[in-house]
């Protein structure tokens, strides 16, 4: 019975885990999109002033 209750530890271990990478991959997602929306306006007005 111990083995269980040792593989639920390390299943709720996983998940905590897998939602942390998640939050993680979030908030580099959202910094990308900040760059390529910075990086996109630069082009846009080196265009304009071109």
Do not use: P
Not at 22 to 34: A, I, P, T, Y
């Amino acid at each position: 019975m111990e083995k269980y209750a040792d593989e639920l530890k390390l299943l709720v271990e996983l998940d905590d885990r897998h939602d942390e990478l998640l939050r993680e991959l979030d908030d580099l997602d959202k910094q990308v999109e900040s760059v390529l929306a910075f990086w996109l306006a630069e082009r846009e007005a080196r265009l304009k002033a071109a």
